[in-house]
């Protein structure tokens, strides 16, 4: 819709509501009328407050005693749309200059629990049976880690803060026409967090304010997340949890459930694996998370797919992705994992882990052969001196179809950059410098969480040197639908790319062959055309082109859309290309390379 009606006057408020109830068959109502109660909050009247000309601003943190209260303007009477739509300010903060815990919070109407959201820094939607929770963010602002800023008399000491519009979608069956409705929030976080959420009341015409016609339709649609012929689908295909059945040692934290609950709930995810490392899990357990995986599964809405972490400490750990249910959990310190009575700490545990017989990555890849399995194994954090793992000693084209990329550990790919700021390196087993040697990864990204949040993973108090400052890794995969088949298959053929977080939408070919393809090199005057198409969630800074693992072209950007052509000349030698998209935010996303022969 224009902002400007047919006689090329803006429209008025009670214009916009009109035309928003006749299109959508949704009520708009005013989401802040007057402050109720609270605790542990921020609070201010004076108009001083950055974005949309706040008359008022309350700001409360993730701690566990806080909440805060409001009732909504009157709900027009009588009721004639299907659904009403509550408006109102919200903005989101880190809260420090440094990583802080994922947050999580809870949002009350009428003091009935309606769904659960968090921090975030992009358009988001949280769905919980009929009702919609959707941020519209219009203003971001993030500073290089250890760095902060100040916005106004609240936001102060910070290092990253968006700004935009909540819209709160409840049915009319809720709703009491010709009243006041209750809203609260209260966090109910895993750990106490500085993150924030801030909540205001503008100084007059709230619907004026914002284009509230690209708000509503984000509210309906969710966004358009698809290029050409596929459909993006997010997920994070690295999480740890707390649980085992025989009281083993974890690295995790939260149940199963509650890892799927959040990731499908909270942060919105597409699909899931649960990846427990294979000595957190007895034969059991790895029974009972295949079935929960599959009773998990919503269908064109969430998938989970079945996975584990070989986990040596000798060779480096793999990810084992497998299709189908009858998979058994292959340990990478041999059968004594899975013995009765396996010990759970101590020198007989420590013996085992340090082992000089551990078997190497051939005898998983021999076992898999032997059960003819349908699986895909993908090296992780190759580069950290805590685990190396060198792909120039194994690796296997059948089953290393992937490498990840990014997680909470940092960067993997390239060496000595800038956000992989908490582990030690070593620099030559960065992925970069292996594809010149013959291995065809693909690019992907996960949390690798361990704090039981897992697409929202940041700091946990477990694994005290974890933690990062941009999103938390999230695997992007081209398909066809929303089925653990096609995603799958989409991983199998490299057809994906990896974000820090962002919900980065991308398309890379060369010669129309997708992202992960392996060309012939047969094309005329030795030229190869290059398409590339983006649409970021902040200002793209810039747009690398890589050849052979080294930059060969830098594209400066100033939007948050790009369509580029390029031709390049093509040699006689094999080559790869890739590309790297960075924002003004900080976030990333990585294309899969394409081979040429």
Known sequence: MNLFNPEKRRYSGKEIVGLVRKEYGIQLTEGFGQLKAYNQVETGTAPRYSFTQLKAAYKMSAGSESFLAWETAEVQEPLKADHVVFT????????????QPASKFDLYVDNRYLLSFTVVRENRRWIKEDCTLAYFQKYI???????????????????????????????????????NCGIMIRPSSRQASANWVRVGKVQSEPFRNINMFAAIDYLETGGDYSVDDYKIFYGDIHSHSGESSEGRNTCGTGKWSEQVEYARDISCLDFLSITDHDWQLSPEDWENLKKLNNESITGGQFITIHGYEWSSRSYGHRNVYYLGDNMPLIPSYGDAVHMPGFPNSGEKRQAVFESDTQPSPLVLWGKLDALKAEAITIPHHPSTMQIPLNLGHFYNPKYDRLIEIYSCWGNSLEPDDPVTLNNDRVNELAYINFMKTGCKLGFTASSDSHDGCPGNAQWCYKQRYLGHYLGSGRACVLAGRLSREDVYHALKARRCYATTGAKIV????????????VLDGNHSAGKLNLSIKVRGTDIINNILLFKNGTIKEKIECRSREEKIDLSVSHGREPENYFIKIIQADG????SSPIWVE
């Open 506 to 517: 991308l398309d890379f070919r060369i010669e129309d062959a997708v992202m992960g393809s």
């Open 88 to 99: 109102w300010v919200m903005s989101f903060g880190n809260g420090s200059p440094f990583p």
């Open 587 to 590: 976030e990333m996303a990585w």
């Open 141 to 179: 602002k993030v500073t290089p880690y250890g760095e902060s800023f100040t916005l106004d008399s609240q936001i102060k000491d910070e290092s990253g803060v968006s700004m935009g519009l909540a819209l709160l979608k409840v049915p009319r069956s809720m709703i009491r026409p010709g009243r």
